[in-house]
Nanobody
Framework: QVQLVESGGGLVQLGGLLRSSCAASGSTSLAVRGWYRQAPGKQREMVARITSGGATNYADSVKGRFTISRNNRERTVYLQMISLKPEDTAVYYC????????WGQGIQVTVSS
């Protein structure tokens, strides 16, 4: 059974940085991995995704500020976030793509102004 465990959320000030991680157990190391976020009253949206080969894509709103990376051997994906803005405040979810797709429990990221 696949389990995703996220860590690294928190409260930061405008312009601050955070590094989140998501460890997967019970899964292949080859799956596309991603980070999504959901702000209050809004739909969940894709933040960043990465293939097993390292190809990435980002939401326009985070390009140049967020970096997704992965360690296939450890089945862990990371999200480095810099220059954080209040509009980045959301619950961030780790995803493992596939059929079925799996989700982590979510971590809160709050950026204060």
């Amino acid at each position: 059974q696949v389990q995703l465990v996220e860590s690294g959320g928190g409260l930061v000030q405008l312009g601050g940085l955070l590094r989140s991680s998501c460890a997967a157990s019970g899964s292949t190391s080859l799956a596309v991995r991603g980070w999504y976020r959901q702000a209050p009253g809004k739909q969940r949206e894709m933040v960043a995704r990465i293939t097993s080969g390292g190809a990435t894509n980002y939401a326009d709103s985070v390009k140049g500020r967020f970096t997704i990376s992965r360690n296939n051997r450890e089945r862990t994906v990371y999200l480095q976030m810099i220059s954080l803005k209040p509009e980045d405040t959301a619950v961030y979810y780790c995803n493992l793509d596939g059929s079925p797709s799996y989700w982590g429990q979510g971590i809160q990221v709050t950026v204060s102004s």
